[in-house]
Structures are given as structure tokens and as C-alpha cells.
């Protein structure tokens, strides 16, 4: 079964500052990674994706992250943020699908709670 | 506009009385699925269904139904809405047939959201 831990439940900056959130998985089999964004009130917006290629992703509002295979893990980064990126972000990860047994099921991350102070 | 649209969004209910809420996609995709997202859980899958008529329990199914008559519609159905219930709820979907890797054809797509409060 596959799992998701984000090593973090809060993560506090301030203005400008960079920041990273950690993602660990555990998975025996290939994976897909996402980064997803839950600004307060709202539903979940997709941040980023890795399916396969680069090992670097590029997502919106300026975050990227990193699939390290070896490490297992999917950080997520962004140099310098912004107020306006307070919000949860949540890790998931999924199977690519197509064998037996495979739900597609997204699994996530408990989120982590990153607060951007002036 | 392609979206999964929930509702109602919010809804206040009392135990015992049995709710829907309902999930459509204008996307003509194969899979669907329900989550719940509750405080320092994360989101927890529900059921979900590959096509129509096809569905099956996921992590967290005690207390809900679903049903999968048409291709676009995947209600979630409480019989019997109890206080461990109230929580936020997202209905998401995505194709399953076609696509190439790095397509859209692997990613979930998330509705709004429906905040359930059960007292």
C-alpha cells in the first residue's frame, strides 16, 4: 500500500523568505506525484505534477519540486513567497494505473499549514 | 467550462435524516470518486466507480452509498448521517481510456467541495 508523509504540519515564514515542504512516499511499485493547494475556504487546486520525464516540475504561482527516486521524496519549493501563499498544501500519490487491482486512488498526505507573516 | 460541480455546498442536517449530495462532470471521464477531508487526516477516499455500474469501497465507506446510473452523475448518499460524518467533501474525477503519459488523462479534477455539518 502506498503512503504519503509530510514531515511538517506548519510551516511559518515570512515575506519573501524561500520555503520548502517535505514529502516522503513509500510505494513498491512506479508512481505519479502532486502538489496540491488549498487557499482557506476553497477546494483543492493542483500545483504541480510529476508523471515522468524531469526529475524537476515546474508548477504555478511559482512553486516547483523535485522527484528523488532514491529518496523517495517530493519536496516542494518556492524562492520567495508571497502573503498571498498561505494556504495548506497537501502531497498525494498515485499508481499509474492499469494493473489489476489499481483504483487509481489518489493517496494524501496529512498537509502541512504554511502561514507567510509580513 | 470542463469542472465537477458538488452540491449543495453547504449543508446543516441532524442525525438520523438521510442526505445526497450530489456529483456531476461534463467531461465524459470513466473514473469518479469521493473523498472526505477532515482536520490532520488529509483527504481519505470513499468509494470510487470506473464506469457506469462499476463501484467499489475505498479507504472510509462505513456509513455511505453511492450508485453510478449515468456516466456524469456519482451521488453520495448517507442513509443515516451520524456526528462523525460532519466533514468536508470532494467528489473528483478523470479519464481512464486514451491519453498519453503527461496528459490530463492522469490527473484528478477536483469540485468545489460540500461542507457537511451533522448534529
Known amino acids: 500500500a502506498q503512503s504519503v508523509t509530510q514531515l511538517d504540519s506548519q510551516v511559518p515564514v515570512f515575506e519573501e523568505a524561500p520555503v520548502e515542504l517535505r514529502c516522503n512516499y513509500s510505494?513498491?511499485?512506479?508512481?505519479?506525484l502532486f502538489w496540491y493547494v488549498q487557499y482557506p475556504n476553497q477546494g483543492l487546486q493542483l500545483l504541480l505534477k510529476?508523471?515522468?520525464?524531469?526529475?524537476l516540475v515546474k508548477g504555478i504561482n511559482g512553486f516547483e519540486a523535485e522527484f528523488n527516486k532514491s529518496q523517495t521524496s517530493f519536496h516542494l519549493r518556492k524562492p520567495s513567497v508571497h502573503i498571498s501563499d498561505t494556504a495548506e498544501y497537501f502531497c498525494?500519490?498515485?499508481?499509474?494505473?492499469?494493473?489489476?487491482?489499481?483504483?487509481?486512488?489518489?493517496?494524501f498526505g496529512k498537509g502541512t499549514l504554511l502561514t507567510v507573516n509580513p | 467550462e470542463a469542472q465537477v460541480t458538488q452540491n449543495p455546498r453547504y449543508l446543516i442536517t441532524v442525525t438520523g435524516k438521510k442526505l445526497t449530495v450530489t456529483c456531476s462532470q461534463n467531461m465524459n471521464h470513466e473514473y469518479m470518486s469521493w473523498y472526505r477531508q477532515d482536520p490532520g487526516l488529509g483527504l481519505r477516499q470513499i468509494y470510487y466507480s470506473m464506469n457506469v455500474e462499476v463501484t467499489d469501497k475505498g479507504d472510509v465507506p462505513e456509513g455511505y452509498k453511492v450508485s453510478r446510473k449515468e456516466k456524469r452523475n456519482f451521488p453520495l448518499i448517507l442513509e443515516s448521517p451520524s456526528p462523525n460524518q460532519t466533514s468536508l467533501y470532494f467528489c473528483?474525477?478523470?479519464?481512464?481510456?486514451?491519453?498519453?503519459?503527461?496528459?490530463?488523462?492522469?490527473?484528478?479534477?477536483f469540485g468545489a467541495g460540500s461542507r457537511l455539518t451533522v448534529l
Open positions: 473528483a474525477s478523470r479519464r481512464l481510456l486514451g491519453g498519453h503519459v503527461g496528459s490530463g488523462a492522469n490527473v484528478l479534477t
Open positions: 510505494s513498491s511499485v512506479s508512481v505519479y
Open positions: 510529476y508523471l515522468s520525464g524531469s526529475t
Open positions: 498525494a500519490v498515485s499508481d499509474p494505473g492499469g494493473g489489476g487491482g489499481s483504483n487509481y486512488k489518489l493517496t
